[in-house]
Structures are given as structure tokens and as C-alpha cells.
């Protein structure tokens, strides 16, 4: 699972299909390949992968949702998992 904020107060939560522990590695980032439109309607839409800062590891992440979350559900992600 992933958090992304958009804008100041929105919230959403990406379900993967297939979670991954190189999420919380230090040298590792998150790219988000944009193929056409910048606009994101649905699970296809995202093209994300994980990369680590030497260019040797790479890794797809398949989203299998997108749902946005509701200022309770905000509230209720402890404070250092939020975006």
C-alpha cells in the first residue's frame, strides 16, 4: 500500500497487487512512467516502479485500486505514514 497526497488535503491509497520489501529501503525511490495523459481515472493508469539510486535494481508494482480517502480515514493513519 502507498499513500500519495494531491494538493493540501487530499489523500489517496494505492493497493498493489503484490506488495514489495524494497518499499522501505533507504537508496530506493518510487518513478511514475506518464504515457499519454497526466490525468489518473483508474488502476491502469499507473505505470510505477521502484529504482534504487545505483541504476542495477528495478522493480514494477502493479496497483490493483485507487480510492480516496475520507478525512476519517486520514485521521486515522498514524502521523509518520502520511505523505
Same mark, same amino acid.
Request: charged share 25%.
Given at each position: 500500500m502507498i499513500y500519495l497526497r494531491i494538493g493540501i488535503s487530499q489523500i489517496y +491509497? %494505492?493497493? %498493489? $497487487?503484490? *506488495?514489495s520489501n524494497q518499499l522501505q529501503e533507504g537508496d530506493v525511490h518510487l518513478?511514475?512512467?506518464? +504515457? *499519454? $495523459?497526466?490525468?489518473?481515472? $483508474?488502476? %491502469? @493508469?499507473? @505505470? %510505477? $516502479?521502484l529504482a534504487d539510486d545505483h541504476g542495477v535494481f528495478r522493480e514494477p508494482l502493479f496497483v490493483k485500486s485507487i480510492t480516496k480517502l475520507t478525512p476519517d480515514q486520514i485521521a486515522a493513519i498514524p502521523r509518520k505514514d502520511l505523505p
Open positions: +491509497r %494505492l493497493d %498493489l $497487487s503484490a *506488495g518513478i511514475n512512467k506518464v +504515457r *499519454g $495523459s497526466d490525468w489518473i481515472c $483508474s488502476p %491502469l @493508469d499507473m @505505470d %510505477l $516502479s
